[in-house]
């Protein structure tokens, strides 16, 4: 038996308090993996960050990278370093009901940026 190796190169999206950056993707049926990454900068904005999809709320991650999710589909890796955050999403088997945005929100002010995708060949 072969098997057939998956490679992705992952997108990342850096963040400030005020920024933000619109990415959709809309026909996701046929990839095997998507993968998010949410780069936060700085204290405030990582007290609490949150990742949703159709209005959904799919992941919680709170200082010290403590991770709640809902979806047993994702593999959630953080990293915090210093003052910054670093979130990386792999959601396995996506479905067309997985297509559209997925928002990555954080901080005081709840800004939103929305992951870019990354799919493997």
């Given at each position: 038996?072969?098997?057939?190796?998956?490679?992705?190169?992952?997108?990342?999206?850096?963040?400030?308090?005020?920024?933000?950056v619109?990415?959709?993707?809309?026909?996701?049926?046929?990839?095997?993996?998507?993968?998010?990454?949410?780069?936060?900068?700085?204290?405030?904005?990582?007290?609490?960050?949150?990742?949703?999809?159709?209005?959904?709320?799919?992941?919680?991650?709170?200082?010290?990278?403590?991770?709640?999710?809902?979806?047993?589909?994702?593999?959630?890796?953080?990293?915090?370093?210093?003052?910054?955050i670093?979130?990386?999403?792999?959601?396995?088997?996506?479905?067309?009901?997985?297509?559209?945005?997925?928002?990555?929100?954080?901080?005081q002010?709840?800004?939103?940026?929305?992951?870019?995708?990354?799919?493997?060949?």
């Amino acid at each position: 038996m072969t098997r057939k190796l998956s490679y992705f190169i992952p997108v990342l999206i850096s963040l400030a308090v005020t920024s933000k950056v619109s990415f959709d993707y809309n026909s996701i049926a046929s990839r095997r993996i998507i993968g998010m990454v949410c780069k936060v900068q700085g204290q405030e904005e990582k007290s609490l960050i949150s990742i949703q999809h159709g209005g959904t709320e799919k992941v919680t991650i709170t200082s010290g990278c403590v991770i709640k999710s809902n979806d047993t589909r994702l593999s959630i890796s953080c990293i915090e370093t210093g003052n910054d955050i670093m979130i990386s999403v792999n959601l396995t088997r996506p479905g067309s009901s997985d297509s559209g945005t997925w928002n990555c929100s954080y901080g005081q002010l709840y800004d939103t940026v929305t992951f870019a995708d990354f799919i493997s060949k």
